[in-house]
């Protein structure tokens, strides 16, 4: 294993920074850089479940042009053994039932510095971050993942050994929700983010926990993170950190809705009166490049149909389809019941009688994977599944299919659906949260409103239609190319976050 831990005290990282440089302009660029920790329990490079993943590899790269960002996540086995030097360089003390931990460092090719939180009782384990490989969540949640949001404080505290800390905290979804409270509660005042990815996953556990988590009893009542009774690591997240995001702006009204709120809206509301609930949408970072990505048997620029179509191809044999001139939808999805599968299946016939193929490729829930595999039993060389995940097949896919299908019951954002539109296939999705923002319908993908079969079929038929007259068919994949956003372009709204907050901070001011 590459992974040796080296034995010194210090967070050696400092070194391999650039050295500043006197009466330059890099003096002053140095200067200004803001020290960011970003809280994540996922990191493409090394361990992915799905779109947090790669979030949390895109956008601290892309801010660290201005910034010096930095990751924290759980040394999982997948981390620990991913060969990349790790070097031990701070620690932080047991609290209630959380154990001690040691910090490591790691940097990865490219420069992103990532610590990593050993504590091998809590993340030496098979399976995936959240819970084992038969999909049952780790009994131990709540202390997990608590002591990644305390050991989090303690880096912004300067408690953890290390020689650099933090002047903004940036925390993600509920594994790392307890950051923000466990600063709130231990009176420390750098500026905290807290960024939904996914508001129906709160992180839910009993009252009863409250001793082992260490909690104060503030805590455990209505103004804390209570919740139905139970303690909500979501909630804690939302009511202590400085500011709410999440990663699109229709998401961010929806949310204070009853429909799409959790039992939560009422807070959401209050947050945003407060002016402290905003929506800033993610991106796809530049490896999302049609013409040189490796993994695409054929690069291929907008108009270059022949190219893209030895992609098709490609995906064909993966999957043993019928060669045909008829269309290919891809799923590439988490197999939840968030993303709609059920309704794929329930036309998924309707698009086969009409001369369509399907690939799907994901894993997710034991019945929604059966349910597909049963579906590619049923229609051979017409539908093929292949249940699990790799990032070349995904890519493959998005390259070689005409069609993605993506009937969200609610999505934040959603990068499938970018991902295939810069690489010529048409999202048909559900006009909800992030997929109304991404997609304009009848000119860079086709939406519907109904969580129905009958609307999502209906644009479907919409779709097939283009798809029989390939003037428009090419004038959408075209403007479909030209369309999602890099994160170049998410950045500076999080830029100006953070400096709104540190300049309230720093004039001791309440935010408003
Ligand atoms: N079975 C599987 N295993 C592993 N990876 C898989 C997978 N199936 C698909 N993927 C990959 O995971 C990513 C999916 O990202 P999405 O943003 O579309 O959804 P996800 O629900 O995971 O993310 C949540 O967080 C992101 C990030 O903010 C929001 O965009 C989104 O709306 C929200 O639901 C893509 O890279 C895709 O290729």
Same mark, same amino acid.
């Given at each position: 294993m590459g992974n040796a831990v080296a034995?010194? @005290? &210090? #967070?050696?990282? $400092? !070194? /391999?920074?650039t050295p500043l440089k006197p009466q330059s302009k890099i003096t002053n660029l140095h200067a200004v850089k803001k020290k960011i920790l970003f809280v994540s329990p996922e990191l493409a490079d090394l361990?992915? /479940?799905?779109?947090l993943g790669d979030v949390s590899a895109s956008l601290p790269r892309a801010m660290n042009a201005d910034h010096d960002v930095r990751v924290l996540i759980p040394g999982y086995r997948q981390v620990m053994e991913s060969g990349h030097a790790i070097r031990d360089v701070g620690s932080v003390p047991g609290h209630a039932a959380l154990p001690p931990a040691r910090i490591g460092c790691m940097t990865l090719p490219d420069g992103l510095v990532v610590y990593v939180l050993i504590c091998p009782e809590l993340? #030496? @384990? #098979?399976?995936t971050p959240y819970g084992d490989s038969h999909g049952r969540d780790w009994q131990d949640n709540h202390i997990r993942f608590a002591r990644l949001g305390l050991a989090a404080a303690e880096i912004a505290a300067g408690t953890a050994c290390l020689s650099w800390c933090p002047e903004v905290v940036h925390a993600n979804d509920w594994p790392a929700a307890l950051t923000p409270a466990y600063m709130s509660w231990r009176g420390q005042t750098t500026p905290t983010v807290f960024t939904v990815?996914? !508001?129906?996953y709160q992180g839910l556990c009993s009252l009863e926990c409250s001793p082992e988590l260490g909690l104060p009893s503030s805590a455990c009542g209505h103004q804390g993170m209570e919740f139905y009774g139970r303690l909500s690591f979501l909630k804690a997240g939302l009511v202590y950190s400085d500011h709410v995001t999440t990663v699109s702006e229709n998401y961010a009204r929806e949310i204070t809705t009853e429909e799409f709120g959790c039992g939560l809206e009422g807070m959401l509301q209050f947050k945003v009166k407060l002016n402290q609930l905003s929506g800033i949408p993610n991106g796809i970072d530049d490896s999302w490049d049609s013409l040189n #990505? =490796?993994? !695409? $048997?054929q690069g291929f620029e907008a108009h270059d149909w022949e190219a893209k179509r030895a992609n098709t191809r490609h995906v064909e044999r993966m999957f043993g389809l019928e060669q045909s001139d008829g269309p290919l939808f891809a799923v590439v999805s988490r197999l939840v019941q968030q993303k709609g599968i059920d309704l794929t299946l329930e036309i998924a016939d309707a698009i086969v009688a009409q001369g369509g193929r399907i690939a799907i490729i994901g894993r997710g829930e034991e019945d929604l994977e059966e349910a597909v595999r049963e579906l590619a039993r049923r229609h051979p060389g017409r539908v093929g599944a292949n249940v699990g995940f790799n990032e070349a097949d995904a890519r493959c896919m998005f390259a070689g299919s005409d069609f993605l299908l993506m009937p969200s019951r &609610?999505? =934040?954002?959603?990068l499938s659906q970018m991902y295939a539109q810069r690489f010529g296939s048409l999202p048909i999705a559900r006009a909800t949260g992030g997929l109304a923002d991404t997609i304009e319908d009848g000119v860079t993908g086709f939406l519907f409103n109904e969580t129905s079969s009958e609307s999502y079929l209906e644009a479907v038929q919409r779709a097939m239609a283009v798809y029989r007259n390939p003037e428009l068919l090419n004038a959408m994949r075209a403007r479909a190319m030209a369309s999602p956003l890099y994160w170049k372009q998410s950045v500076e709204p999080y830029a100006a976050l953070y400096r709104k907050l540190l300049a309230a901070k720093k004039s001791g001011g309440k935010l408003v």
């Open positions: 034995a010194s @005290r &210090f #967070d050696q990282s $400092v !070194l /391999v920074e361990i992915k /479940v799905g779109g993340y #030496d @384990r #098979d399976g990815h996914n !508001l129906a #990505d =490796p993994h !695409l $048997v &609610f999505e =934040p954002c959603g």
